[in-house]
Each structure stands twice: as C-alpha cells, then as structure tokens.
C-alpha cells in the first residue's frame, strides 16, 4: 500500500489502484510543468555536481600512486619530479572539486528558490481563484497548511534531500568504478558485501514508509486538534471544555511522541547495521589484500587507495536513508499541493465575455434549478423577476434558501438549469469585472482586513479620495463613531483602541458597499448585529444605501422590511407571498402572523 493523497488533501490509506496511479501522474504532471522552464539550469547543475563528484573521487587514486610510483622513485633514485606532479596534480583537483561544490551549492539554491517562488504563487493565485463551493468544504487549516507545512517539505527535498541523494549516489557510483579500476579483486568483495546490503536496505524502505507515514498523520492531528481548538476558544471558554481538550491533546501528543521513537529505533536498528556490514567488508579487504601484499600480488598503495574507496563508499548511504524521510513527505506534500492546483473554479469566468457597462439592475431567475449537491435541490424551478431599482426585503423561515437566492445572484454559484440575468445578460457570460461593479453583497461577517479603517472602506473603490470615504461613511451614519476613534480615519484595524464592535464593523461594510455603489444590492442579515437603539439611524442608514438601486435585503428584523416596496416570504425554496408590505400585513398569509407576533413582542 502507498501513501496517497485525494483532491480534498487528506491522506488515506485505502486508493484503488487506479486512483492512486491518477494522482501520482497529477503530482508528475506538476512535477514536470515546475521543472520545464529551468531545464538548462538542471543541465548545467548535474553537470557541475558530476565533474565535482569525479574530482572528490579521484583522490585516494592519486594517493596511491605517489606512494607506488613517485615514493619508489624519490627512495630509489632521488627522483622528485612524479611526487611534484602527483602534489600539484593532488591539490589542482582538490581545489577544483572544492570550486565545483562551491558551485553547486549556488546553483542548487537558485533552482530550489524559483522552483518555489513558482509554486508558491501559484497556490495563492489557485485558491484565491477558485469558488466558493471551494472554500466552503475546504477548511481554512487545510489551506494554510498547503501554503506553509507542505512548501516546506517539498522545500527540505530540494534543498537537503534530493542533493544529498544525487551527490551520494554519484559518488558511491563513481567510487565503485574507480575500486574495479584500482583492485578489482577488493570490488568483488564489495560486491558480495551488496547482498546483506540489500536486505538490509530493503528492510529499511519499507519499515520508513510505515514510520513516517505514522508520524505526518499523527503531527497533522496533533495540529488540526491545536487549531481547532484555539480557533474555536470563545466556545471552548464559554462550554468549559477545556478539561477535555486537555486530555484529548495530551492522547495525540503522547501518540506524537510514540511514532518518533519509532522513526529513532529504526534509525536505532539501521545505523548500526550498516556499520556492521562496512566494518565487516573493509576487514576481509584488509585480510585478503594484506595477503595479497605479502605475495607480491599488488602494491600497498593500491591497497590502501582500495580500503579508502570502500569506506567511503558506504558513507554516502546513511544520507540515502535519510533521504527516504524527506522523499516521502514531499511526494505527500505534492501529492496536495497538486490536488488544490487541478481544482477548477466551478464558477469559470466566460470565454467571451459580454460588456455591461450600465447595469440598470433588472434582476430575472428564468426556471432556475439549483442544489448545492446533485441529489438535494434547495431552489426547484424559481423564476422571479425583480424591476431595476426595486427594494425588496426577503422573509422566511431558517433553511428556506435565501441565502442561496443571494448566492446566485452574486454568481458565487451557478444555477445547474435555468438563468439568472441582469438586464436579459445572463450572469454566466457577463464580463467578472462588469459583474462585481454591478452586484454587491453585504453580509453578517463584515470583515476588516489590515489597514486602517479608510483603506478598508476604499475596499469597494480603490481609488476613492479621503472626501469620498468621509461621505460614504457619513452617508450611512458611520461617520460619528469613527471620528472618535483615536486616529480617526486612520485609526489602524488591529491595533488595541482600533477595534471595533461587531454593529460598527457592519456601518463600516455599509459604507464600502455605498462607495462601491453596486446597481444591485444584496444585504444578508446585515443589519443583525445593529442594536435596537439605533434603529431609526438604521432606517435612515439603509434609506440612503438602497435609494435608486435594485436591492434585496434578507431580515429577520421585520421594522427593517417597511422600507422594502415589496415583500417576498419564502419557504422550502419557493416563494409563497409576493406584494406590497401593507397589504401582507392586512392580509391573512404566513407574513400577517410574522407580524402581528412580532408587533406583540414589541409591547
Ligand atoms: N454550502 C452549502 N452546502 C450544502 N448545502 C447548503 C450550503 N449552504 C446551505 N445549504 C443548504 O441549503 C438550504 C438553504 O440554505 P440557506 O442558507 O439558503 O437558508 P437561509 O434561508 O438563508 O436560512 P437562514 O435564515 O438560516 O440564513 C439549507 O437546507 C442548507 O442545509
Ligand atoms: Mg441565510
């Protein structure tokens, strides 16, 4: 079984066969599509690290011959000139080699930085893109972790990793040639040395993949545990679950730490091992040159350079190992990373956009089937036509589908039949940019990016002046509260003194969406956190925000609705009143018993 991951980035651990082969292949294709443009960069990287290799590699060759040839020569005829050239052949390539790792390092550093410069603007600009179906099933955590823990694995692989295996492999590659060229008889004991080695390494891949595969799991636990509940505190606080929380967090870390100590054993059980086999290989070539000395079958230098170039070979194997560790946390991480980056946006932007640069805010549902799931259908077969600059206050009871109305008005979603338009364009092929000008939502979560409070009201207009922030802002009463903030406009969002309360944060969206001045007006349960004192600056507020658009104001509040010039009660996604305020009220209908329950509360 392999460690594979699903679009929805959770690792499991029950793929099918051709499941798991589709995401290898997605993860390949972003693998290939990373790796294209720095193709000669690559080239020339390989070749530098093999030219570098091949220098390291050299060396005990060169030891060996200055102590068969060039000390004979010295000892026997006072002969200097091969222990000169074997001194400065000696440091002309160890300083060559130390120059070529120099080398490599920058160029290692350089393809690793773009590659994730690269994918990194890539992620943001995916998610960022994608709809809001999207969003809404994809946890926040799960983003951040794209963006943060998995760039960082893939990163560890480039950086420390994968070199470490290109370099190591390499130079027990070439160090093997060069012990068949030095003594082959020490290379076939290396060879018989390979078959312990391979059990011993086979036992190894496949224990680490059971390992660490258990310690990601269980770190990604440990985490979404820690975030969920510091995400959650007010809830945690106000419940009292802290008691619990703290059991549950001590089980996952305990189970935290019992997967590390088993990486530690293994890397407790593997280390040693392969230092047994090197100590065991290095004594039966010293046993059987030493021999072989004695016969005169080969020089002592050659012996020596071959001792050298079997413990050196199995240095490099213990980094191999570790290689294994960052290898598959970057598959994983590729693994997701490819998964949110093939996501499409299920609202696409249309091919050939269709200009609106006037909207007049004509609003009309044609047949509009829509359900958030195939098999459960909130809005079935609505048509509703809405004048330009109509106010319309949308009632009905919790679940009805009003905000889902709103959504598709919005095109956060798209109808699966059916059409929405905006005077007769259908949303689907209006221009994004016309579409977001002319239609605007307000919702309950008024939220404040970082930045003062002006920059934040200039959201619906970037390049609004200070004057049109100011009149905004007055225009729908959020003027007062803001000048008595300490800096005033400038007053920072999350600085202390800079916060606000959750009816000031909803003025603030109202003025940006009056600054934005939408033809088209969405408010859902805008006005929810405005307190009842302020209910006549409300009127007024929302008075001058809605007057000469076509607005659809979703309230539970029912004064909020006696501005509205119509009124539309909804429930199990249909609409089942449709009139003016007053005659609902004198009517008989669902809206009249609202009414007068409300009216009864008020006394
Ligand atoms: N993102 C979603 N994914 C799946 N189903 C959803 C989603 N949002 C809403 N629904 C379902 O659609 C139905 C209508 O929800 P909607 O949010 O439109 O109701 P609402 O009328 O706005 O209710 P409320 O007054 O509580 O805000 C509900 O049954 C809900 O379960
Ligand atoms: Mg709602």
Redesign the pocket.
């Known amino acids: 079984m392999s460690t594979v991951v699903g679009t929805k980035g959770e690792e499991r651990l029950d793929y099918t066969k051709a499941e798991s082969r589709a995401i290898r292949r997605r993860s390949m294709r972003l693998l290939a599509s990373l790796i294209r443009p720095m193709r000669w960069l690559i080239v020339l990287t390989g070749v530098v690290i093999v030219a570098s290799t091949i220098m390291q590699v050299i060396a005990p060759a060169l030891i060996a011959w200055g102590i068969d040839t060039a000390l004979p020569a010295v000892l026997k005829r006072a002969d200097w000139m091969p222990t000169f050239g074997v001194v400065i052949v000696y440091i002309v390539v160890g300083i060559g080699g130390a120059a070529l790792i120099g080398w490599y390092a920058v160029l290692a550093a350089k393809l690793t930085q773009a590659i994730m410069l690269d994918l990194r603007k890539r992620i943001f600009l995916h998610t960022q893109k994608l709809s809001l179906?999207f969003h809404?099933?994809y946890t926040s955590g799960r983003i951040i972790s794209r963006q943060t823990s998995d760039l960082d694995s893939i990163r560890e692989l480039l950086d420390g990793g994968l070199n470490q295996l290109v370099s190591g492999v390499l130079y027990a590659g070439f160090t093997f040639i060069m012990l068949f060229l030095v003594d082959w008889q020490s290379g076939l004991v290396l060879v018989a040395a390979g078959i312990p080695l391979f059990f011993l390494m086979r036992w190894f891949f496949a224990r680490s993949q059971t390992v660490f595969r258990e310690t990601r799991v269980v770190s990604a636990k440990v985490i979404v545990k820690f975030v969920e509940t510091m995400t959650g505190i007010r809830a945690v606080k106000a419940f009292r679950t802290e008691d619990t929380n703290d059991v549950e967090f001590q089980r996952l870390a305990g189970d935290h730490r019992d997967a590390n100590r088993k990486v530690f054993r293994l890397f407790g059980t593997f280390d040693p091992a392969l230092m047994a086999i090197a100590a065991a290989t290095l004594g039966v070539v010293v046993l059987v040159g030493g021999l072989r000395v004695s016969s005169g079958a080969i020089e002592v230098g050659a012996l020596l350079a071959a001792v050298l170039y079997v413990r050196n070979f199995f240095g490099p194997l213990q980094d191999v190992a570790m290689f294994m560790n960052s290898f598959q946390s970057a598959t994983a991480a590729l693994e997701k990373v490819s998964g949110v980056l093939e996501e499409e946006p299920t609202v696409p932007d249309p091919t050939k956009p269709i200009d609106l640069w006037e909207a007049r805010g004509h609003l009309r549902f044609d047949d509009v089937t829509f359900g958030?799931?195939d098999d459960?259908i909130?809005l079935p077969d609505f048509s509703l036509e809405i004048p330009a600059g109509q106010t319309v206050a949308l009632v009905?009871?919790?679940?009805?589908?009003?905000?889902?109305?709103?959504?598709l008005v919005s095109r956060f979603y798209d109808p699966s039949e059916g059409a929405v338009t905006l005077d007769g364009v259908d949303l689907r092929s209006m221009h994004p940019k016309d579409l977001r000008r002319a239609i605007v939502m307000v919702t309950q979560e008024a939220y404040l990016f970082s930045g003062t409070i002006a920059d934040n009201i200039a959201l619906g207009k970037p390049e609004a002046t200070l004057g049109e922030i100011e009149a905004a802002a007055r225009a729908v009463g959020a003027d007062a509260f803001i000048r008595a903030l300490p800096d005033g406009y400038d007053t920072d969002v999350n600085k202390r003194g800079g916060r606000v309360s959750a009816g000031q944060r909803q003025l603030i969206s109202f003025a940006r969406a009056f600054l934005a001045d939408p033809a088209v007006l969405i408010l859902?349960?805008a006005t929810a956190s405005l307190d009842m004192p302020s209910e006549r600056q409300i009127q007024n507020a929302l008075e001058t925000l809605l007057a000469d658009r076509t607005a659809i104001i979703?309230a539970?509040r029912l004064s909020t609705v006696a501005i509205a010039d119509r009124v539309l009660v909804?429930e199990h996604?249909r609409i089942i009143e449709d009139d003016a305020p007053a005659a609902l009220i004198a009517g008989t209908g669902k809206f009249a018993q609202l009414h007068r329950a409300w009216r009864e509360t008020l006394v």
Request: proline content about 0%; glycine content about 16%; cysteine-free.
């Open positions: 179906e809404e099933s958030y799931a459960r909130i009905g009871t919790t679940g009805a589908g009003k905000s889902t109305l709103a959504k859902d349960e979703i539970h909804m996604g």
